[in-house]
């Protein structure tokens, strides 16, 4: 396994495990059974903190779905530098800390941890062009 898949492995548990804090303040809310009926889509969580991280959640999912086929394509390709690993590597934090930073409701941070794993995602896609 090159060092980029097992970051992208490690990003694509960590993304699978995002939804268990805010279905645990769904059971909290609404008790173990109203947390399994259906959810209406416009009903947010009661706790500010569960409903942004429903947001972080689907942004995370959101991003998976560019990273981790840029991903694949190196591993096809073969390509495989310090830069593609370092941001491999800046991605999986820069999800992590996005996450964090966004529950707890801090907007500048976030939009920085965002823009980090943008950056991360360009140098992938620009090694695969051949630019890096």
């Known amino acids: 396994m090159t060092p980029e898949l097992f970051w992208l492995t490690l990003t694509v548990t960590m993304t699978a495990l995002f939804w268990m804090p805010y279905i645990v303040n769904r ?3 609404d008790g173990v059974l109203g947390a399994m009926a259906n959810p209406s889509f416009d009903a947010a969580p009661k706790a500010a903190w569960a409903d942004r991280m429903t947001h972080a959640h689907s942004n995370a999912v959101e991003n998976l779905v560019i990273f981790a086929p840029l991903v694949l ?3 096809i390709a073969n390509v495989s530098t310090p830069a593609t690993i370092a941001a491999c590597q800046l991605y999986f ?4 800390a996005h996450y964090i930073i966004y529950s707890l409701g801090i907007p500048f941070l976030r939009t920085v941890a965002f823009i980090a794993g943008f950056v991360a995602q360009m140098t992938l896609a ?6 890096a």
């Open 27 to 29: 059971m909290v809310e």
């Open 73 to 75: 394509m190196l591993a």
């Open 93 to 96: 934090f820069a999800r992590l």
């Open 126 to 131: 620009f090694a695969l062009l051949g630019a």
